[in-house]
């Protein structure tokens, strides 16, 4: 054992702290493998893979598309970009990893959305900047996992567990021994002045401790959820997840109506408030693919200039102003094959009330992967519909045209698991 290497009074003296130490950290492994062991999980675990393994997967399959504010990521932070749109966002997600093997239930995300492409169009043509600005935040709520694996898949991901295992095993023995040796090296006089030697070799055993759990336990779970995607080593894995999320401005675009032509200018400030609740349910089957159904609803507060139906002279509108609620309805479907970066989705919303346009987008999402073999720049092509059921007013500009579209998505920093 690890502490029959130690001096007996630095063993006594570790003896007082509460840190796991490597002879804990390994049992505290082996129960978690020993809970997932089998056709027959414990409960609250998973067939194959342990709970922050199953984390980790569902980061990845997750991860294979990232278009929108709304969409799922586990990192702590993400950057999206919409080209159409001519918009910045940026989420943070405030979730802390939990001291043991748990599935991960739900976490809120908080950030700022910009239309930075407004700012670049005053600024190279020196007009006055209309761009807004807003705080977005949003809840998530992960539903429980569903695994499905046949008799020969639990038998082999059970002997790559057991392999993973007992390597981290050896390498927690191992690095133990270097640290004990290092820290029995310790001299008071030049080292350490005024402090005691076992005083000083506890504080710095307390950090080891501390830092080599949270490596070992990362590495059990990622070394789990990679062994499991490398070898396609199950028939489906289903995910699903619920999200409430608010747009609130606070910097806002100004800009001029009148009733009718040549009637006085008004000025008028959009507050474009949005809410939103997305439901999103992903199967990744061995045999098919990552298939995402989505299904949302928007409520925004419109005007009659972003819904086109004022008619534009210059920077003047021209039309009966008011503003209004605006539902919305879409749904989505993304598709990707087995083993491909490469895939094909659809998007359909349909808007209720005052502005009741039916608007789509045909995307080809791209990912970019790693060197970890991990998800790192999300890219959509689209092809984006807008009004087509024709029912803008005419002469407006918003009804039945097509645009050319591209989001960039790319989350970044450690996995919230």
């Known amino acids: 054992m690890i502490k029959r290497l130690l001096?007996?009074?630095?063993?006594?003296?570790?003896q007082t702290l509460q840190a796991q130490t490597?002879?804990?950290?390994?049992?505290?492994?082996?129960?978690?493998?020993?809970?997932?062991?089998?056709?027959?999980?414990?409960?609250?675990?998973?067939?194959?893979?342990?709970n922050r393994a199953l984390n980790l997967f569902l980061s990845e399959g997750a991860g294979y598309y990232l278009s929108s504010p709304d969409d799922l990521t586990l990192y702590k932070n993400s950057v999206i970009a919409n080209a159409a749109g001519g918009s910045l966002a940026i989420y943070h997600n405030l979730r802390q990893p939990p001291a043991s093997d748990e599935s991960i239930r739900s976490f809120f995300s908080f950030g700022v959305k910009a239309d930075v492409a407004d700012a670049y169009n005053a600024s190279s043509t020196g007009k006055p900047y209309t761009n807004r600005l807003g705080f977005m935040f949003k809840q998530t709520w992960?539903?429980?996992?569903?695994?499905?694996?046949?008799?020969?898949?639990?038998?082999?991901?059970?002997?790559?567990?057991?392999?993973?295992?007992h390597s981290l095993e050896h390498s927690i023995r191992k690095k133990a021994a270097e640290e004990i040796a290092?820290?029995?090296?310790i001299d008071t006089t030049p080292d350490t002045p005024g402090q005691d030697k076992n005083t000083a070799r506890n504080i710095a055993w307390q950090k080891f401790c501390t830092d080599l759990q949270q490596e070992i336990e990362l590495a059990f779970a990622h070394a789990q959820a990679e062994a499991l995607a490398q070898t396609v080593g199950y028939r489906v894995v289903a995910f699903n997840w619920t999200s409430i999320s608010a747009y609130i401005p606070v910097i806002t675009e100004n800009f001029q109506t009148a009733a009718t032509a040549g009637a006085d200018p008004v000025n008028r400030h959009a507050w474009p408030?949005?809410?939103?609740?997305?439901?999103?349910?992903?199967?990744?089957?061995?045999?098919?693919?990552?298939?995402?159904l989505t299904l949302a609803g928007d409520l925004t507060l419109n005007n009659s200039r972003d819904a086109e139906a004022l008619m534009k002279t210059g920077n003047l509108y021209t039309?009966?102003?008011h503003t209004f609620l605006t539902p919305a309805v879409k749904g989505q479907i993304i598709y990707l094959p087995t083993g491909s970066h490469f895939g094909i989705s659809f998007l359909l919303q349909q808007s209720i009330g005052d502005y009741h346009?039916?608007?789509?987008?045909?995307?080809?999402?791209?990912v970019l992967i790693d060197k970890k073999g991990?998800?790192?720049?999300?890219?959509?092509?689209q092809v984006r519909f807008y009004d087509m059921g024709h029912t803008i007013v005419a002469g407006t500009g918003g009804s039945g045209h097509t645009a050319v579209g591209l989001t960039v998505g790319i989350p970044f920093s450690k996995i919230a698991y």
Do not use: Q
């Open 22 to 50: 490597p002879d804990s950290l390994i049992g505290e492994l082996r129960a978690v493998n020993a809970a997932v062991t089998g056709p027959n999980p414990a409960p609250g675990k998973h067939l194959l893979l342990s």
């Open 7 to 14: 001096p007996v009074t630095f063993l006594f003296a570790l």
């Open 319 to 321: 039309g009966d102003y």
């Open 374 to 381: 991990e998800p790192a720049v999300n890219f959509e092509f």
């Open 357 to 366: 346009a039916l608007d789509g987008i045909l995307g080809l999402p791209l």
């Open 273 to 292: 408030l949005h809410l939103n609740l997305t439901h999103t349910r992903l199967w990744e089957g061995s045999s098919f693919g990552r298939l995402f």
């Open 182 to 185: 290092a820290l029995d090296a």
């Open 142 to 165: 992960i539903g429980r996992p569903r695994v499905s694996a046949t008799a020969a898949n639990v038998r082999t991901m059970d002997a790559l567990r057991a392999g993973i295992l």
